[in-house]
């Protein structure tokens, strides 16, 4: 399964590196160019024309074309023709569906956070799946212990056969199938980036404003402009971060699997902690709501599987 894993993963970096992805506007000395306001750096390839005026000048100063492009309250999906599997299959069918609910509700950061939710509406049999066979895991746990310890000093081929044998009726007994506890890691990684680049390419999108907070802007950028209160967008990355983690953990055969998965789960939370300040307010905003939406169901599949065991 771990080879499945890598060549899946494999296969996704090269779709996006031979189909094309976000492309950072750059001047003449090769540096980032940014929106002075939100201290965003600019997207080349964006999918509609920007409205906000100082940022039109910054791609007619970088000779970018942006007339031939639509205005974003009439983007298509087929608008600027076929450019590639990845953004004409991925990102322009989602970022048509993120403009068409912020028409329609009036508020892009608004869509945001209804297509997000939209999204794991969708994948939940998925996602469900996936908490079950995480606390199944748990609860079979004990068993795999034993198991480990009756063979921890038994390495001949014979001995490895049987242990697999026996690993796998376990399986069995608690409906355990190591695949589809993957599944949904599978489908959340394109997921993610496709959603990450939609969002990046959406110039309307980073114009807007939800609840007096600019959607452009990052919190540090706020911060150093006297913005603190932007840091509540830190946190909820944070919290939201640390319990879907927590709570979408699955038991490990071994104590030493299990030190390995607590490690790079704590070093992905302090990566993801350092990123929430650099991250746009609108991307903050899929992350919270996504993770909150793990976390949620991770509690009402726990309660679920607590009421079949007092039954």
Request: glycine share 4%.
């Amino acid at each position: 399964m771990k080879n499945k894993k890598i060549t899946l993963v494999l296969l996704f970096i090269m779709l996006i590196s031979l189909t094309g992805c976000t492309k950072i506007l750059k001047n003449e000395e090769n540096k980032a160019v940014q929106n002075q306001t939100t201290g965003q750096s600019l997207v080349e390839n964006i999918l509609c024309q920007p409205e906000d005026q100082s940022t039109i000048e910054l791609y007619n100063q970088n000779n970018i074309d942006i007339t031939k492009l639509p205005k974003c309250n009439e983007f298509k999906i087929t608008s600027g023709g076929y450019e590639g599997i990845w953004t004409t299959v991925f990102v322009k069918p989602l970022a048509w569906i993120i403009i068409q609910i912020g028409n329609l509700v009036k508020n892009y950061g608004l869509s945001v956070i209804i297509v997000t939710l939209l999204i794991r509406l969708v994948m939940y049999p998925v996602t469900q799946k996936t908490a079950m066979q995480s606390e199944n895991m748990k609860k079979a746990k004990p068993e795999l212990d034993k198991l480990e310890k009756k063979y921890k000093n038994r390495q001949d081929n014979e001995s490895m056969m049987q242990k697999s044998q026996e690993m796998m009726a376990i399986y069995k007994k608690h409906n355990i199938s190591p695949l589809s506890g993957c599944l949904f890691s599978f489908i959340q990684i394109p997921l993610f980036f496709a959603f990450y680049e939609a969002m990046n390419r959406i110039p309307a999108l980073f114009e807007e404003n939800l609840l007096g907070f600019q959607l452009g802007t990052s919190p540090l950028t706020a911060m150093s402009a006297g913005k603190f209160y932007y840091i509540i967008f830190v946190l909820l990355v944070i919290g939201a971060t640390y319990f879907s983690f927590k709570l979408n953990s699955t038991a490990s055969i071994s104590g030493e699997q299990e030190k390995q998965m607590k490690m790079m789960t704590n070093v992905s939370i302090i990566m993801i902690s350092i990123a929430s300040f650099t991250i746009s307010t609108g991307i903050a905003l899929y992350w919270i709501f996504n993770s909150g939406f793990t976390i949620l169901q991770n509690l009402l599949v726990k309660r679920r599987k607590k009421n079949d065991n007092i039954i």
